[in-house]
């Protein structure tokens, strides 16, 4: 089977995992492959990529069903959204205090809103004032030099 540019199919995997392996094996060595429904090399790589891909431990035994392997266990298919099941009958305390999840939501909520607020005002505000004072104090100092004091001034 020949394909652009003279890559022949030299091996077939029956897993993508296996081609790709043999593929980096053989990029490794300096050969130039792609995968295409199995392993292609150039005419000249042939018998090269034949020796080393033969040295290779290639496993192609079928594999278990990875979506269902469970479902010839009975007791897991029959359990298996039960909590307390496989906790010794405890279920969680999170599923038994499901209802109380928005109360403390809202409650953590504005607990933090009370603090920020807090941390706004007690910071932020005060030096704010200051440094307005502190502004309208340089102001008048500078313009009533050699004048009687205002009233702002200390």
Same mark, same amino acid.
């Given at each position: 089977?020949?394909?652009?540019?003279?890559?022949?199919?030299?091996?077939?995997?029956?897993?993508?995992?296996?081609?790709?392996?043999?593929?980096?094996?053989?990029?490794?060595?300096?050969?130039?492959?792609?995968?295409?429904?199995?392993?292609?090399?150039?005419?000249?790589?042939?018998?090269?990529?034949?020796?080393?891909?033969?040295?290779?431990?290639?496993?192609? /035994?079928?594999?278990?069903?990875?979506? @269902?392997?469970?479902? !010839?266990? *009975?007791?897991?298919?029959?359990? %298996?959204? &039960?909590? #307390?099941?496989?906790?010794?009958?405890?279920?969680?305390?999170?599923?038994?205090?499901?209802?109380?999840?928005?109360?403390?939501?809202?409650?953590?909520?504005?607990?933090?809103?009370?603090?920020?607020?807090?941390?706004?005002?007690? /910071?932020?505000?005060?030096?704010?004032? @200051?440094?307005?004072? !502190?502004? *309208?104090?340089?102001?008048?100092? %500078?313009? &009533?030099? #050699?004048?009687?004091?205002?009233?702002?001034?200390?």
């Amino acid at each position: 089977m020949t394909s652009g540019n003279n890559f022949i199919e030299i091996f077939k995997c029956k897993y993508l995992v296996n081609s790709e392996y043999l593929k980096d094996i053989l990029s490794e060595n300096k050969m130039g492959a792609h995968i295409k429904n199995g392993i292609l090399v150039k005419n000249s790589d042939i018998k090269i990529a034949l020796e080393i891909i033969s040295t290779q431990d290639i496993d192609e /035994s079928e594999t278990i069903d990875q979506e @269902n392997f469970m479902t !010839e266990y *009975k007791e897991w298919n029959d359990n %298996n959204l &039960n909590p #307390g099941h496989y906790l010794g009958g405890n279920i969680p305390f999170f599923i038994k205090t499901r209802s109380n999840h928005l109360f403390w939501g809202i409650a953590t909520l504005g607990f933090f809103i009370l603090q920020a607020v807090t941390l706004i005002y007690s /910071s932020n505000f005060s030096l704010w004032f @200051n440094y307005q004072n !502190e502004k *309208k104090r340089k102001k008048i100092t %500078n313009n &009533n030099s #050699g004048t009687k004091p205002h009233k702002y001034q200390m």
